[in-house]
Each structure stands twice: as C-alpha cells, then as structure tokens.
C-alpha cells in the first residue's frame, strides 16, 4: 500500500461513523443498548460520541460481519476484540485470527504464518489452527482518514 496517512486527530461523530461503517444509527444505538456493540466510545447524558479512526474499524466490521450473516451479539464480540487488539497494537498493520479446535479461543495476533496447523497455547503445548481470517487494519484505516478528513473539508460551522 502506498503511504497513505492512517491515523488523524479527527473525531467523528455518531451520525458520520455510522455513514463510514454503513450501519443505520438507529440500528446500531439498538446494538449498544442491547449490549450487543460493548466497545462502543462512552458518553454521558447530553453529550455525543466522539469516534476515532480505530473506532470506526470497528465499527466496519461490526457492520461486515452482520452483513455476511453473523449474528449482532457475535459480531459486536468479534469487533470489539478486534479494537481491543488495536488498543494494545496501535502499530500493527494487520491483525491475524487464528482459529482452533477450541471454538471459544481464537488468537488475534500482529503476524501469523498461515500456513502454520498448530499454535503453541503454552511452553509445551499446541492445538490444531482450524482457520485463519486476516483482517488489513491499515486498509480500513486509510478509507475511514479519507472520509473523516473529507467529511471536515466539507462542514458547515454548526454541523
């Protein structure tokens, strides 16, 4: 990928991630309240949601994910693993979910050689890699700047 910007200290607003990720707001404050979409940005009475570019990713494959047939609960745990790695990974390009035998365990990783079968879990011990879903976070991440800073070049002073 060329050298895009893939991070800006724009926010976005509820209204404006939910066009990005291409979710209905509507549809998407029921996700919230029905503790579907737990990692969604905090708020208080009065005030909106402020989203930044990994939230938005999120967000987009919160979307995608529901979109492709997954649940809305199993798709909110999905993205919000997936933030929660970007989180403690702000760096890595990509992010590796590696699936096991063990339906409950998959490993999100920064680097995976897919064509591995096993996955160490302790010093001694590996289990068989069922699949393996590798998800471009810098991709994501350069549509989401181009659309916040457009969505800036763009506003009205009161939006």
């Known amino acids: ?3 895009l ?3 800006t ?5 509820t209204k404006l991630a939910c066009e990005i990720a291409n ?3 509507d549809r998407f404050n029921e996700s919230i309240h029905s503790n579907f979409y737990p990692c969604a940005p905090k708020t208080s009475p009065g005030k909106a949601r402020s989203f930044n570019v990994d939230d938005i990713v999120a967000l987009r494959l ?7 047939g997954m649940s809305a609960a199993a798709a909110g745990t999905k993205a919000c693993k997936v933030r929660e790695f970007m989180q403690t990974s702000p760096d890595a390009s990509r992010v590796y979910i590696v699936a096991t035998d063990f339906e409950v365990v998959d490993y999100l990783l920064p ?5 591995q079968t096993k996955i160490m879990i302790n010093a001694t011990q590996a289990i068989d890699v069922i699949g393996c879903e590798v998800i471009d976070l810098d991709w994501h991440r350069v549509r989401v700047v181009h659309y ?3 969505a800036d070049k ?3 002073v009161g939006d």
């Open 9 to 13: 200290n724009l926010l976005a607003t």
């Open 154 to 156: 763009h506003r009205v």
């Open 1 to 3: 990928m060329t050298n």
């Open 62 to 68: 919160y979307q995608r994910s529901i979109s492709a």
């Open 148 to 150: 916040i800073t457009e």
């Open 111 to 115: 680097d995976w050689d897919v064509t």
């Open 5 to 7: 910007p893939t991070k």
């Open 23 to 25: 979710i209905n707001p």
